[in-house]
């Protein structure tokens, strides 16, 4: 199997002929590699693919997921609302300040149109440069929108946010149902651009900040309505905090990929929902990936490889985005690790070690 057959063969809650490698597409990370300022990245399409294009070629056995991606981080969906947004050289751009300071504020608000408003359009316009000078082997398969809970609290301040939750609830779920919609329409109108799409990809940390409860009132309706929108793809969820007081509701939410936290344990995981949705993760991202050995990236990879992939369903990955310094004999030891202890059929730890 190719490794992007084996990661479509794994979200499908099938066993491939081993366990698919895929990391996060990370700005960071490809800047670095290709020796670029990470603000050229973002400022420069042309820069942008043949950094993606040359991190690819480096690493031919991962699945970088969401794979080509006109990726300008977290700020594009608050940047069509009116944010302010930081650009510092070489790290990742940023919202700077509350643009809801008044909650009285948020009673008027409308979606943004996604063609006009904002860093949308020109990450529009860098979707259809990089399907246009992509190498005819490479495809842009995925339409990207951050979560509904993410953009709000970027927009209120997350303390302000979750305080309302309780407090203003009515206001809290103008907010919610405005960028819930928000999401829909900015997938729908990437989709509309990229020639051959097989899926979308909702990040979205914030949710586990609420407690179950919150969750069931506020999150279940707002996650269900996002991923209903969009029958035949497939649907890849990312929530790099501590997901497990939720995992029984985020079954319900009618994702296919659940990419989550190194601090969610993966056998908790496993037998709560990995019947459900394929299971992405969940090395840790700096404490093994970035500032362990190699030898403890493959004993982590074993760990992982021998509680998530048993039965299917399972893409050995990181539990969030790889760090800029991130080394590279630790991403090989990955795949190394993935065919050493990822063979089908796996069973138990003693069997795979034996391999």
Not at 251 to 275: E, L, R, W
Not at 324 to 346: L, S, W
Request: hydrophobic share 40%; charged share 25%; net charge negative.
């Amino acid at each position: 199997m190719e490794p992007l057959e084996r990661f479509l063969c794994a979200a499908h809650m099938e066993e491939p002929d081993e366990v698919p490698v895929s990391l996060l597409t990370s700005a960071r990370l490809f800047s670095r590699l290709y020796g670029i300022k990470i603000f050229q990245f973002f400022h420069d399409p042309k820069m942008m693919l043949d950094a993606i294009l040359h991190t690819m070629k480096l690493f031919p056995n991962i699945v970088f997921f969401p794979g080509l991606w006109a990726d300008y981080g977290i700020v594009v969906e608050p940047s069509a609302f009116g944010s302010r947004i930081y650009w510092p050289e070489n790290f990742v751009p940023y919202v700077k300040g509350e643009l809801f300071k008044n909650p009285e504020d948020i009673r008027g608000l409308e979606p943004p149109d996604p063609k006009t408003d904002g860093l949308m359009p020109f990450v529009l316009e860098s979707i259809q440069y990089i399907q246009k000078h992509t190498p005819k082997e490479f495809k842009y398969l995925y339409a990207v929108a951050r979560g509904p809970f993410q953009v709000a609290s970027y927009m209120r301040g997350p303390t302000e946010f979750l305080i309302d939750l309780r407090v203003r609830p009515d206001i809290a779920q103008k907010l919610i149902d405005v960028c819930t919609e928000t999401t829909i329409r900015w997938l729908k109108v990437q989709l509309e651009v990229i020639d051959q799409p097989i899926g979308i990809f909702v990040p979205d940390d914030v949710a586990s900040f609420l407690s179950p409860e919150l969750f069931e009132k506020f999150g279940l309706s707002s996650y269900k309505r996002i991923f209903s929108e969009f029958d035949g793809l497939l649907k890849v969820y990312h929530n790099d905090a501590d997901s497990t007081h939720i995992l029984d509701l985020l079954s319900q939410c009618g994702f296919h990929v659940f990419n989550f936290s190194p601090a969610t344990d993966i056998g908790t995981v496993k037998k709560g929902i990995g019947q459900k949705v394929c299971l992405m993760g969940n090395v840790d991202p700096v404490n093994v990936m970035l500032r362990g050995t190699p030898e403890r990236v493959e004993e982590e990879c074993k760990r992982c490889i021998h509680l998530g992939a048993p039965g299917g369903g399972y893409i050995l990955s990181l539990g969030g985005g790889p760090s800029m310094e991130t080394p590279e004999e630790n991403i090989e030891a990955m795949v190394k690790a993935a065919k050493k202890y990822g063979r089908y059929p796996i069973g138990s730890l003693s069997s795979i070690g034996s391999k």
